[in-house]
């Protein structure tokens, strides 16, 4: 790509960028984004999973209209679905997703319940069971792709709580505030803005100041 800030990105923020591409439905950007991909020798199977997941985000339609960009760039030498165990889903989802939100796991899903129970259930079951808990791409590589997405949809209570969680396992202030600054590349400084402003908002929160990883 022309970019040269591009050129210097590493995997999980090309990855980041990927996804926040997608659920703006800059499609000429996607397409140049996945031919660099493929020029770098990415493995197409993380670039697979990283579209895949913005469906949680941003819809079937989304995902289904990345997919095929992606199919078109760098065709599947195998599209064969992968058997679900659906007995093992929701362990798995609730494993990941206390990973995410740690002691207020139970809050959460007791404040969802107490409005829809479908989503709730939902919310384990597909978002982290069937999605999130999903091999190939780290649980890092997924946190700083939703961080990318929220930051650009401006979901001020979800940024928060995933910027959180991504700090929780360990991804450092660092690597996401680069992915959040990354978001200028697209054209338009809300993005970052946006997301820049939770972060500060988190980062000054005393109760949570002590837990975090600070490298620059």
């Given at each position: 790509?022309?970019?040269?800030k591009?050129?210097?990105?590493?995997?999980?923020?090309?990855?980041?960028?990927?996804?926040?591409?997608?659920?703006?439905?800059?499609?000429?950007?996607?397409?140049?984004?996945?031919?660099?991909?493929?020029?770098?020798?990415?493995?197409?199977?993380?670039i697979?999973?990283?579209?895949?997941?913005?469906?949680?985000?941003?819809?079937?339609?989304?995902?289904?209209?990345?997919?095929?960009?992606?199919?078109?760039?760098?065709?599947?030498?195998?599209?064969?679905k992968?058997?679900?165990?659906?007995?093992?889903?929701?362990?798995?989802?609730?494993?990941?997703?206390?990973?995410?939100?740690?002691?207020?796991?139970?809050?959460?899903?007791?404040?969802?319940?107490?409005?829809?129970?479908?989503?709730?259930?939902w919310?384990?079951?597909?978002?982290?069971?069937?999605?999130?808990?999903?091999?190939?791409?780290?649980?890092?590589?997924?946190?700083?792709?939703?961080?990318s997405?929220?930051?650009?949809q401006?979901?001020?209570?979800?940024?928060?709580?995933?910027?959180?969680?991504?700090?929780?396992?360990?991804v450092?202030?660092?690597?996401?505030?680069?992915?959040?600054?990354?978001?200028?590349l697209l054209?338009?400084k809300?993005?970052?803005?946006?997301?820049?402003?939770?972060?500060?908002k988190?980062?000054?929160?005393?109760?949570n100041?002590?837990?975090?990883?600070?490298?620059?």
């Amino acid at each position: 790509m022309k970019n040269s800030k591009i050129n210097s990105l590493s995997i999980p923020e090309i990855l980041a960028l990927i996804s926040a591409v997608s659920v703006l439905r800059k499609e000429k950007f996607l397409t140049d984004l996945l031919i660099y991909t493929k020029s770098k020798k990415i493995k197409r199977n993380k670039i697979y999973e990283t579209l895949l997941q913005t469906y949680l985000f941003a819809g079937f339609p989304n995902a289904l209209i990345s997919l095929n960009i992606l199919q078109d760039i760098i065709p599947a030498k195998n599209t064969t679905k992968k058997t679900i165990n659906n007995s093992q889903i929701l362990s798995k989802g609730e494993k990941t997703c206390r990973k995410i939100y740690g002691s207020k796991f139970d809050k959460l899903i007791s404040n969802i319940n107490s409005f829809s129970p479908e989503l709730s259930e939902w919310l384990i079951t597909e978002g982290y069971g069937k999605v999130i808990s999903r091999k190939v791409l780290s649980l890092k590589e997924r946190e700083l792709s939703i961080i990318s997405i929220l930051s650009c949809q401006k979901y001020e209570s979800q940024l928060y709580s995933h910027i959180n969680g991504a700090i929780r396992n360990k991804v450092t202030t660092g690597e996401i505030r680069s992915v959040i600054k990354n978001l200028e590349l697209l054209g338009n400084k809300s993005y970052t803005k946006f997301g820049l402003k939770v972060f500060d908002k988190l980062l000054t929160n005393k109760n949570n100041i002590s837990k975090f990883i600070f490298f620059n």
